[in-house]
C-alpha cells in the first residue's frame, strides 16, 4: 500500500497482510513548503534530485514491469542512494528544531519504505493517482457519516471504485454503468471480464 507516514495505518503492517511502500509525492511536498515560506537553497536542491527521479519514471511509463525494474536499477538507485546520503549530510549541519530538519528526518525515514519500488515494475514513485481517485471522495466526505451502516459504507467504497476505474480507462462512467446495468443480469458470473470498463470502451469505439 502506498501512503505517507501516517501512523493510523501502522495495524494494517503490523498485521503482515499489507505491506507498505512510501510516497515520494509526500516528501517532495515537505521540501516544497520549507521552500516556498523560506526559500533555503538546501530545500531547493532536494526539490531538483527528486525531480531527476521523477525523469526516470517519465521514461519508465508504459514500459512492461521488468524492464522499468532494469530501467530503475541502473537510473534510480544510483539517484536514490546518492539523495539519501546527501540528506543524511544535510541534517548534521543544520538546527535540529528547524522545518527543514523536520523535513529531512521525514524523508531519511521514509526511505527504506520507498525502495520496494526499485525492485517491483508494478509500483509507482508516488501515490499520486490514487490521491486523485480519492479526491471526490474527500470533498464528499461529510455526506458518508449517513450513509446507514458498514454495509452501506462497503456499497459506496464499491460504487466509487466501479466510478474511478471507469475514468483511469477514459470511460464516461455513467455510460458504462448503464451498459453493464443492461446486462448483468443475463450475463454469467465466469464472464464478468467482458463486462470491464476497456471492454466497453473498445466496444464504443
Known sequence: MHADGYTGFNNLYRSGAVSEVACMAHIRRKFVDVFQSQGLAVSEEAIRRVAELYAVEKDARGLPPQDRVRLRQSRSKPLLDDLEAWLAAQLARIPGKSELAK????????????????????????????????????????????????????????????????????????????????????HKITRLNELMPWRYAAIAA
Open 103 to 186: 523535513a529531512i528526518r521525514y524523508a531519511l525515514t521514509r526511505m527504506a519504505k520507498l525502495r520496494p519500488y526499485l525492485d517491483h515494475g508494478i509500483l509507482e514513485l508516488d501515490n499520486n493517482s490514487a490521491e486523485r481517485a480519492m479526491k471526490p471522495i474527500a470533498i464528499g466526505r461529510k455526506n458518508y457519516l449517513f450513509v446507514g451502516s458498514e454495509g452501506g459504507g462497503k456499497a459506496a467504497a464499491i460504487a466509487y471504485t466501479l466510478i474511478e476505474t471507469a475514468k483511469m480507462n477514459a470511460v464516461d462512467p455513467q455510460a458504462w454503468l448503464t451498459w453493464v446495468l443492461a446486462r448483468i443480469a443475463d
